[in-house]
């Protein structure tokens, strides 16, 4: 083709045009159906929710999950790529109450009806899709939006049923009591890795420390217990000592207190105890409730393994090893409902359980009551709200002279994201999976994962399996997968795992399996009459459901799935490695272990996925988490419409936060790399200008013998070519690592290398009036790595390399449709020789720069004598390169480095004709001149003596006189003479 220069696009034009085009062309899909099914590379996505709004983080994700796909892709590999939606869970019920205006989650089925709010649901979860896909389309990732799956769909929701179904036939589903995070706004367990997901989950609060007196029954002495929860008080059950601590019985204000030793040496100073004991001896001692809890708030049902027991053990003193006398009295407050120690001692001991609160965290009417009757006023309308009344409650117990004394402590505390509401510790009945018994299973998996960056394999990831509890997999809400769990009126349990064993029992069959429509389906079996549980599941178990579930599985694509299993690839930021990561791993092992997956993933590796990217966080320019409300972070449309989206997609890839390190993104960064990236096209400029100065043409003009870098004659030719293949190799090794700032690291220094070395160090090649083979080589080898360049970098700057490849090679077709380069051959000698001669160069350079106090500073533009340099001596050739760069007549082989400074009177000549080539030159691009526009020169001065052939040949000029009158002149600063030049287009 031939090439016509000034002919390129802003890239904001190109960009636009480019992803119009791929879409119209359907090459995304050409890339997917041109390669072969039985070579496929999987990826898994992690969907967003579809409530929110694409951001910069989000823009991260989605940007590894484009250029590692689009790279196997240009390895020979199939890599389908479908886009998913979360839409159950706590994320979208809120917004759907927000849009009805629900405040209180008993509005719920009161004011609106369930089947209202769960149709509004629906509705709703197609919001912002539009945004979402513009988005991810401007920035270049490529994905199926049109066959996307939801996690609300009816095939994904009957994947997720046979899963529990299978899990729960294994027996690694159980029914059960435990102490869990909950939320009194969405009035639900929440799962703790939701929870601390994120590093802002734990924030400071103050509360009240109460030391409250419980009278021993028969005595006049206090047990003086300690809390931080007050409110917890009215479901006291019994108090915990340690036996093997000392504890005394001291006169305090008239009244006999029984505290620990140590602790009473802080909280009553001076005073001397009565008498001195171990703990064990007040082991089995029975006190006065201080608040009485009505018989109707006894939980008499769900006992964790020992089912209903008989009261036994309340309101006495027992046991505990993990009071101690580091703070507090030595002898702790117990309440079974609201803590992990007080409900396992409750448990061990047959403690009564009493939950004194409704599911919104307000104290039941008869708990209410009693708390009336001390004098506890209502918080609001809704009665006494437990956080909201917790600084009240101890406040009247202390003027009740229950609470000896209160102090205020400030301490960490978890907030729900979701909610932004303080999360309460609540033993509540839930259905688990039996993590502690996987977790041998997930941890030996765990080393089948390669991870990057690799700490977090045996760190966070590792770690967070040894310490996690059994997974609440039940929660109390409306928007989820329903539990496919019906009980009998006689105990019995029916667990179905899908939709065709639903009609088989019932004979009916559901347009919509959620919530009430699912609820209203009973049916016998043996006479035993059975009805669906009201709860659903944790929307982590439908995530960690995805494998499988976006195909359907097994009830469709059974074969397609079992081949492709385990997946090859997953990427998405830290706070996933406690979440996604993680429930992928819990659910598919598992699944895997017992079979479920067929005999190939039970035979072998048992994990879900074989490499993991796990990113940075992104911050704002001001360092703190990007926030609208802070402002610091600018819209990513404006910034890749001002940058390009190539530049945003190439800093992140570069930076620490592909090393799982936080990155505060500056546009500043973007605008750096967007002119570092532009040097690429500022080559293109001196390419097309030759190029159509000497009607090049790539499909007619010379090339080398072989592609082997052996057949070219200059050594700079095979220094780019072989610069450009190293790239290629550090990519493809870094690639293989999952490391993409290391894949990456030389291709900057490389386009450099190729602007601001071999463009220039080759400028005389490219003139038309020298037609050696040199300039056709040079011809060659530019349009090779340029077109060469735009295939190497198609996965990670797709806009720039689309466009340059179609202008370099005239193509209609997509370069993302190519293989990748497999040559790497390389030059080591000239390499190694290059870099050399750059090395002296640059200390040359400094040397040249260096003056005494006497001494003025000699111009690059004016030739010294001699230069030595150390070490083995160079080919002539790169001695000459040495010579130019450093301006020298000569150079020599030595021990050390050194130049001659001296000044002869003809080495000032030269100076002097190349100061006068540099003016002329910037005149010619001041009137736009192209290369190859012949002029007429004139000067206020006479040409230099012995360098007017030279000059001519510099300047392109065809005469040259001395003229001061000239129309249009131009006036220069040449040592310290102004000249005046004029010249005239021929």
Known sequence: ??????QRRKAIEYEKAIAEWWKKNKIFEQSVENRPVDKSYVFYDGPPFITGLPHHGTLLSSIVKDVVPRYWTMQGYRVERKWGWDCHGLPAENFVEKQLGITDRRDIGTKWSLEDYIIKARESMVANSEAWRSTIERVGRWVDFDNCYRTMNKDFMESVWWAFKQLYVAGKIYEGRKVLMYDTKFATPVSKAEVTMDNDAYQTVTDPSAYVKFKLKGSDEYLLAWTTTPWTLPANMCLAINPDLDYGVYNVDDEKCIVALERAKILFKDIKPEKAFKGKSLIGKEYEPIIKVADGLYDLGLRGDKGTVARK???TVLPGDFVSAEDGTGIVHIAPAYGEDDYALSQQYEVDFADVLDENGYYLPEMA????????????????????GNKFIAKVLEEKGIIYKIEYIQHEYPFNPRSKERIMYRAFPSWFFDVEGQKPLMLAENENIHWFPGYLKHGRFAKNIEAAPDWNLSRDRFWATAMPVWKGDKGSIRVVGSYAELKELSGK??????????DEIEFDIDGEHFTRIEKVLDCWFESGSMPFAQLHYPFENKEKFERNYPADFIVEYVGQVR???????????????IGAFGKKAQAGAKNAYKNVITTGTLAGNDGRKMSKSLGNYTDPNALMDQYSADSLRFLLLSSPVLSGEDFALLDKDVSDVNRKLAMIWNVYDFFTTYAEVEGWDNEKAWQPASHSLSALENPLDRWILSRLHQVKAEIIAGMAEYNLPKALEGVLPFIDDLSNWFVRRSRRRFNKNDDSSDKAEAFWTLYTVLTKTAVVLAPFVPFLSEELYQKMTGSDSSVHLLNYPQNTEVDSEVLEQMARTRSIITDALALRMQKSETEQQIKIRQPLAKLTYPGEKLPEFYERIIAEEVNVKSVENGEELSLDKTLTEELKMEGYARELIRAIQSARKHAGLQVDDQIKLSLSTELPRDYEDLIKAEVNAIEVSQDQNYAHDEIAKINSENITISLEKV
């Open 1 to 6: 083709m031939k090439y016509q220069a000034g």
């Open 313 to 315: 053990d309340t309101y």
């Open 369 to 388: 009551e009693e708390l009336h009757k001390l004098g506890v006023r209502d918080t609001d309308e809704a009665g006494i709200q437990a956080w909201a």
């Open 509 to 518: 069959e559901l347009e919509d399996y959620h919530r009430p429509w699912v």
């Open 579 to 593: 979440a996604w990561f993680y429930y992928v791993h819990a659910v598919n092992t598992t699944l895997a272990e």
